[in-house]
């Protein structure tokens, strides 16, 4: 089985500039979930898409967002870049949304400068 | 505010020593706890936790959970050098938000 792959792998932007990542989750996954990780805040929760809709959104600001296709492939976009949004983002999918059985993928590293 | 800490940040040790990585949270309407591994990117599935007092192990590894005092530990006997990782805890709430830990960066020293 086809673990979650994420792409582009690696990513560089310049400030001001808009971002659009992909997710592909396990065949017969539903929920996807996007992660942020930093070296000072660690990993935190974006948001998680369940058949097509958005079921869980963590404290970021609107510039971030995503949707979720009817095949479940995922896509997340962040606006307006700035500095502090050069990060590991990660996604994650499941079945049903279980944390538990969450499979992550390997990440998009995206550097703003 | 929900938050869950972890400690030590790093830990250095050498192989065949025993290790106790801790987690402390303070989230609302608890539902689970979990730990993860992350050796290069995409953090791995360990162990969740969900009942104080039973002991959840897998080989060298064991993780137990104190509903009561808020904390998790996870431990690991006999480290090897493959053990060297991020380890993270996270905490799931009744209504579906997950809270990571910052992880604690273990090496193991051959």
């Known amino acids: 089985k086809a673990g979650v792959t994420q792409t582009p792998r690696y990513l560089i932007k310049t400030r001001g500039q808009q971002v659009t990542l992909s997710c592909s989750p396990i065949s017969g996954h539903r929920s996807v979930s996007w992660y942020q990780q930093t070296p000072g805040q660690g990993l935190q929760f974006l948001f998680e898409y369940f058949s097509e809709t958005q079921r869980n959104k963590g404290n970021f600001p609107g510039r971030f967002s995503g949707r979720q296709f009817s095949n479940s492939r995922s896509e997340m976009n962040v606006s307006t870049l700035e500095l502090g949004d050069s990060a590991l983002y990660l996604c994650?999918?499941?079945?049903?949304?279980?944390?538990?059985?969450?499979?992550f993928g390997p990440g998009t590293r995206l550097t703003v400068t | 505010e929900d938050k869950v800490v972890q400690s030590p940040l790093s830990l250095v040790v050498h192989e065949g020593d025993t290790v106790t990585l801790n987690c402390s949270y303070e989230v609302t309407n608890f539902r689970s706890l979990l730990w993860y591994k992350q050796e290069k990117k995409a953090p791995t599935f360990l162990f969740m936790l969900?009942?104080?007092?039973i002991e959840k192990k897998s080989g060298r590894l064991s993780s137990i959970l104190d509903k009561k005092e808020l904390f998790s530990i996870l431990n690991i006997t006999a480290t090897q050098t493959g053990d060297s990782a991020v380890y993270l805890c996270?905490?799931?709430?009744?209504?579906?938000?997950?809270?990571f830990g910052k992880g604690t960066r273990l090496h193991i020293l051959p």
């Open positions: 996270a905490v799931e709430s009744r209504d579906d938000k997950i809270i």
């Open positions: 994650a999918s499941s079945v049903q949304g279980e944390a538990y059985e969450q499979y």
């Open positions: 969900t009942s104080s007092g």
